[in-house]
Nanobody, 126 residues
Framework: VQLQASGGGLVQSGGSLRLPCAGS????????MGWFRQAPGKEREFVAA????????NYTDSVKGRFTISRDVVKNMWFLQMNSLKPEDTAVYYC????????????????????WGQGTLVTVSS
């Protein structure tokens, strides 16, 4: 399983970015997906997750209403749309997948995910 995250960069506070994560077709149909982030000097934390079916999503409280996780079945890609960005959103963002035994389940803990992308840096200036 290979994942490729991209789309990071420098953005002003209040701005938007969309992070794509590319996977193979096999990855897409059998796996659920999550986004995590690691800010400088902090532990990696959960951001958002989407189920294998694509119908269930969940978010950490600090990004609810601002971030949206989604997927494109045709392109075999997942996305994290980030709006109203704040300086505290500055971090390296990682996409990760896990086998989706239950089509509607979402997972918040890192230990549930077994394949990770390389990370993309998002910097939000004040």
């Amino acid at each position: 399983v290979q994942l490729q995250a991209s789309g990071g960069g420098l953005v002003q506070s209040g701005g938007s970015l969309r992070l794509p994560c590319a996977g193979s077709r096999r990855t897409f149909v059998t796996r659920a997906m999550g986004w995590f982030r690691q800010a400088p000097g902090k532990e990696r934390e959960f951001v958002a997750a989407i189920s294998r079916s694509g119908r269930s999503t969940n978010y950490t409280d600090s990004v609810k209403g601002r971030f949206t996780i989604s997927r494109d079945v045709v392109k075999n890609m997942w996305f994290l749309q980030m709006n109203s960005l704040k300086p505290e959103d500055t971090a390296v963002y990682y996409c990760a997948t896990r086998y989706g035994r239950l089509p509607e389940s979402v997972a918040f803990n890192e230990e549930s995910y077994d394949y990770w992308g390389q990370g993309t840096l998002v910097t939000v200036s004040s």
